[in-house]
């Protein structure tokens, strides 16, 4: 019997390291049935693909087996309240603790020297409620430890235990009466280390929600419900029972809640939150409309043609999400180095206790045993990258920019090569007539009327541009060469210079053929069995600002053209654009090879014959509304058409790398400079308290430092 595949996603909470999603993972991908399994640490998602014998249900149990939950997450102001009570709690430990020590007023029934047995019994009663508080902490690190595993959970757990255990041991000493214990006493630190650690949950928390709040609004922009419009009746429906051909009516103000296209109706459409364009984009009948988009001023009327899961956002939305869940490189190297570095911790960590337990005495030991294990805690290692990178996935969707592999964001800051597609990427893949000559000004509409029976690209071209037309008999089509047919009892004829010649007209317009031909422009000569009645030349034109474009990218970058087209009109539209090198009469196998070959390369373009470059480029990008293979093919997608956004994905690409790189260097600076002082070896020394609060410290500087991104300006 084969048993079918299923793949789910689950929230996840708990996770606080990359540590704790390597754990996850690793335990999770030991479940009989388990396939693969990809937990994102920022996102808090645990994406498994798993057979049929098992439910949800079973997942579920895995991971809280693992020491997580996958219950919802907890109100996020009650959270701060309990905190900010347990903060009260906390200082008022310290001040009975250690108020005497700066000759502060301490009440006499808590004083250590006056009364000890009070003051141990309170210290005892007030940190037995900061176990509660962080009880999931505890619990996390145990259920690691006993499924061998470790995380930064297990580094606190040992640290909280083991500080705990030696107070309660000098709390007892202390009520047989050895009250010269009562210095010994270190209940506060545990209690302090978990306020700390509860701490920077907290304001991790915060960053991540802010690092994710693009992808969020992805999946929030659609209304509830839409208004379909029935034997001229107006309903509103919840979006879900909006069906593919529904009329559906948007009235100013309202968002559109489906994908269509217009039949009724004009309007400015906003469209930001889609394609990053800030200004109003115009939409009239025929025009297409995509869910999410605001309705400026006028009421439409549209057919629904995607909804739900097959509609634009929903499109984009499964790709953002599905980048984030593959791991680049770097991350990886870091998720490595992290499933050594709490092991290596705590071996240092007994070292540091064994010294000091021969060379001093048991209560150093333990005081610097705990110092270590909570100082070192890999928070700020496991959030270096990853947080980065969601950052700047979002930072680029924000633009209009969707990144399909997050790989792709590390590779920019490899490239060399540039190679960009001519049709659709660097022109706007639409051909029309540029250049004109005629004496008679019927002499387009005739033009117009007889290629509107032509399927030939030209012909399009030339009758949407010229849209009057007359009645044509006899038409008749020329392979290759040309078209004819009757016009008011005239025959007419229309082609290249090639079917013009057949006739042995005097031609004159040569001259203008000569100059046209030489640009790359296309010909279509116009003409009876008599004379030559006009020329028209077509050509593809160039997009807007795409020479300012390319003259910055060649600052950095040796770009190239990888065309399909042919030497001349290839060549010509280069030397508009200023690009020296040029591929021209590619076939896809070459424009493949000229990606491998150019390595490492980005290929832009957006053509089923671009998707095997698109493929083999170290990056490729496409861009939205050109082919479905193109757009599968690339890692990168551009929502619309705007290519000054490509110094923009460069920028963005080299500042994610570099602030990853400062924030791998300031963890593992911070750990090399904070466990030496940790140990209890230098002239400079901490307390378990002061190690909680730097390693929480060190957390905060990643997440901010990670944020800048969303400050990165075009």
Partial sequence: MVNLMNKITLQVSGMTCSACSLGLESFLKKQEHIKEVTVNLILQTATITYENPLTKKDLVRFVEEAGFSCEKRKNKTLSWKVFLIFLVLGLLLMYISMGSMFHLPVPKFLNKEISPINYVWFLLLGTIPFLFYGMDILKSGIKNFLHRTSNMDTLITFGVFVNFLYSFYEFVLVLNGNFGEVHSLYFESSAFILLFVKLGRLIDRENKNKAVDTIQNLVTITPKNGTIVKEDKEVQVPIHEINVHDKVLVKPGEVFPVDGMILEGKTHVDE???????????????????????????????EALKVGKDSMISHITKLVMSSLEK????????????RYFVPFIISVAFLVFLLHFFLHDFATAIKY??????????????????????????????????????DAIENLSKIENIL?????????????????????????????????????PLAIAITKQYKNFVKVKNFKNHPGLGIEGKIDNQIYYAGSSSFLQKFSLKNPYQKEEKEYTQKGYMIVYFFTKQEVLGLFALRDEIKKDMVGIIKEL???????????DNEVSAHVIAFELGIQNVYAGTSPEDKEKIALDASPSLMMGDGINDAPALKAATVGVSVYGGSDVSADSSDIVFLK?????????????????????ENLFWAFFYNIVMIPLA????????????????????????????????????
């Avoid at 009948?285 to 439409?300: L, Q, T, W």
């Avoid at 700020?380 to 920019?401: C, E, N, Q, W």
């Avoid at 060649?554 to 399909?564: A, E, F, N, P």
């Fill in 554 to 564: 060649q600052k950095d970058y040796q770009v190239s053209m990888v065309t399909g």
């Fill in 679 to 714: 140990s209890g070896f230098l002239p400079i020394t901490l307390n378990p308290m002061i190690a909680s609060l730097a390693m929480t410290f060190s957390s905060i500087t990643v997440a901010l430092n990670s944020l800048r991104l969303k400050k990165i300006s075009d």
């Fill in 369 to 406: 045993f705990v110092t270590v294990l909570v100082v070192a805690c890999p928070c700020a290692l496991g959030l270096a990258t990853p947080l980065a990178m969601v950052v700047s996935v979002g930072t680029l969707s924000k633009k209009g920019i969707l990144v399909k592999n997050s």
């Fill in 641 to 661: 058409e705007d290519l000054s956004l490509i110094p923009y994905l460069f920028k963005v690409g080299k500042k994610t790398m570099k602030i990853i790189r």
């Fill in 272 to 302: 930001s939150l889609l394609t990053g364009e800030s200004l109003p984009v115009l939409k009239k009948e025929n025009s297409e409309v995509y869910a999410g988009s605001i309705n400026y001023e006028g009421a439409v009327t549209y």
């Fill in 420 to 456: 960009l597609d001519k049709t659709g990427t660097l022109t706007t893949g639409k051909i029309s007539v540029v250049h004109e000559h005629y004496e008679d000004e019927n002499i387009p509409i005739y033009l117009s009327s007889l290629e509107k029976n032509s399927t030939h």
């Fill in 327 to 338: 791991k680049t490189a770097i991350e990886k190297m870091a998720d490595k180095i992290s």
